[in-house]
């Protein structure tokens, strides 16, 4: 199976900040990576595609990017809004997984 | 607009069985694949189950194959999760998704305890 190795687990942030949330693949995935945000007690949404392609109605501050086997999910400058949750996701090959999540919260 | 509804989750006993539905609406059902995610109290987010557009293919995680069977009737827009032999380990919000995870439902809660 393929391990999506995610970092940080939680992510003290300051509005206005730029952060970056990376998952490591165990594996060849491709660009075959999704991010997902969730909001405490709501459904997860999707908002990066194919590593880099932002989904539609998602903020122009976030932005996928892929070195290697190295995806990272980055947000130029923190809004309150964007305090949740983030998942990558490997759809490449079955069984589908997700990284272990990372907390982004206020500092 | 997209919505998935999920429905027939509740309180088992572990060795029960329980079968979920999901009601699809505002899209063409028949012409994507589906899938089942959950996720146990404070916990992330595990993948279950996905079944191909037309029932051709299914997959699904080590933690359910052989307990737990994905199933969909494109003529009622509804997936459906069949779980037998349930464990406390089941213990999830149950949430069913379209295609790659482009929509998900509300999710329903699943506990298993005696």
């Known amino acids: 199976d393929i391990q999506m190795t995610q970092s940080p687990s939680s992510l003290p942030a300051s509005l206005g900040d730029r952060v970056t949330i990376t998952c490591r693949a165990s594996?060849?995935?491709?660009?075959?990576l999704r991010w997902f945000q969730q909001k405490p007690g709501k459904s997860p949404r999707l908002m990066i595609y194919g590593a880099t392609n932002l989904a539609a109605g998602v903020p122009s501050r976030f932005s996928g990017s892929r070195s290697g086997s190295d995806y990272s999910l980055t947000i130029s400058s923190l809004e309150s809004e964007d305090m949740a949750d983030y998942y990558c996701l490997q759809s490449k090959e079955s069984p589908l997984t997700f990284g272990g999540g990372t907390k982004l919260e206020l500092k | 607009e997209v919505q998935l509804v999920e429905s027939g989750g509740g309180l088992v006993k572990p060795g029960s069985s329980l079968k979920l539905s999901c009601v699809a609406s505002g899209f063409t059902f028949s012409s994507y694949g589906m899938h089942w995610i959950r996720q146990a109290p404070k916990k992330g987010l595990e993948w279950i189950a996905l079944i191909y557009y037309d029932s051709s293919n299914k997959y699904y995680a080590d933690s359910v194959k052989g307990r737990f069977t994905i199933s969909r009737d494109n003529s009622k827009n509804t997936l459906y999760l069949e779980m037998n032999s349930l464990r406390s380990e089941d213990t999830a919000m149950y949430y069913c998704?379209?295609?790659?995870?482009?929509?998900w439902g509300q999710g329903v809660m699943v506990t298993v305890s005696s």
């Open positions: 998704a379209k295609n790659w995870g482009d929509y």
């Open positions: 594996q060849d995935i491709g660009n075959y």
